[in-house]
């Protein structure tokens, strides 16, 4: 399979696996964001990308450059059964609502998103439904 062009922006970026994926079938990056600073120099070490190109904390983007397609990989502790279990109750499971808001905000092409099994679990059922209604 041939490569295509398209342009992507990577939400809760990590270290950039997304990003490994993404620009190895042709994807261009326009930015990334990310809070952990050793995630952050990791990512930008890796892809030799200026750290410029992070948004930051995600609470904070309201506005998005064009791109075809959006990542984020949202953190999961608020429905991993080793983490908290407090669902949108918890501060990092709020931050699902910053992340289809952008997505709504700036509509691309298609949305990847990676989270734990607990999230599709009997117990946070509504939660899911309401990510997927807003998507």
Known sequence: MG??????VDLFSGIGGFRIALSSIGGTCLNFSEINSDAIDSYCKNFNEDASKNFGDITKVKELPSHDILTAGVPC?????????LGFDDDRGQLWNDTLYVLQQSK???FIFENVKGLADPRNKPALDHILHKI
């Open 3 to 8: 490569k295509v062009s398209f342009r992507f």
């Open 108 to 110: 691309p092409k298609a």
């Open 77 to 85: 502790q608020s429905w991993s059964i080793a983490g908290s279990n």
